[in-house]
């Protein structure tokens, strides 16, 4: 079973609009991080944001926040006014613990296009 | 700082030969994890090593096997190559594992003929 699902493969979004990023996780686990990255074309994977299972507020990070709704298993990511150089893969990723090992998966990723 | 190493950033090998790839991680974070990141499946968590040993291992054959150095610097080794080996490896670092951003480097993109 999909353990992060990411249902939007492909997103065009208006430049200077917000947009959503959806992601919905499957775990039993009580202590879990939620995670999102970028990877533009060059590949390289960034780093945006994190939640903690048990953080109570929403992360922020500058143009980024992460909508967190735990009874939902669902950790959206939104990005506001967003920019040209948006355009990339985005991954939602779950670190959690697996038959005694932790380990970090990732969604399918989902295709934004920021058009001028 | 000096972000993730990955060296290097392409290599084209044939089948049954072997190859290793190297990752330098950002300095003073022990925890080295490899990725394999294909069209088809995705990204795949191959292992991560901390303080020289293996902690955590993905689903992975034996062909693919690491290890990690007293400064952190680890290796990835990948024998007997499968054209279904083509991929991008992705290593990354962190403080430690229990909840702490990964962060990735460039990636070495292997191509087997």
């Known amino acids: 079973a999909q353990k992060i699902t990411q249902t939007q493969p492909g997103m065009f979004v208006q430049e200077k609009e917000a947009v959503t990023l959806d992601c919905t996780y499957d775990t039993s686990d009580q202590s879990y991080g939620l995670f999102w990255y970028k990877q533009p074309s060059s590949g390289e994977m960034i780093f945006l944001i994190y939640q903690g299972s048990y953080d109570e507020q929403n992360a922020t990070e500058g143009r980024y926040s992460l909508n967190f709704q735990k009874a939902r298993k669902s950790a959206n990511l939104v990005i506001s006014a967003s920019q040209l150089g948006d355009s990339a893969m985005y991954f939602c990723a779950m670190r959690e613990r697996y038959f005694g090992n932790e380990k970090l998966t990732f969604g399918t990723g989902t295709r934004l296009t920021i058009i001028p | 700082k000096a972000g993730v190493t990955q060296t290097p950033r392409y290599l084209i090998k044939t089948r049954g030969q072997q190859v290793t790839l190297s990752c330098s991680p950002i300095?003073?974070?022990?925890?080295v994890s490899w990725y394999q990141q294909t069209p088809g499946q995705g990204l795949q968590f191959l292992f991560e090593?901390?303080?020289?040993?293996?902690?955590n291992k993905g689903n992975f054959p034996g062909r693919f096997s690491g290890r990690q150095f007293s400064n952190s610097r680890s290796e990835m080794n990948v024998s007997t190559l499968e054209l279904g080996d083509s991929a991008l490896y992705l290593c990354a670092s962190s403080l430690d594992s229990a909840n702490q951003p990964q962060h990735f480097g460039d990636g070495t993109r292997l191509s087997i003929l």
């Open positions: 300095s003073g974070h022990r925890s």
């Open positions: 090593y901390f303080s020289e040993t293996q902690r």
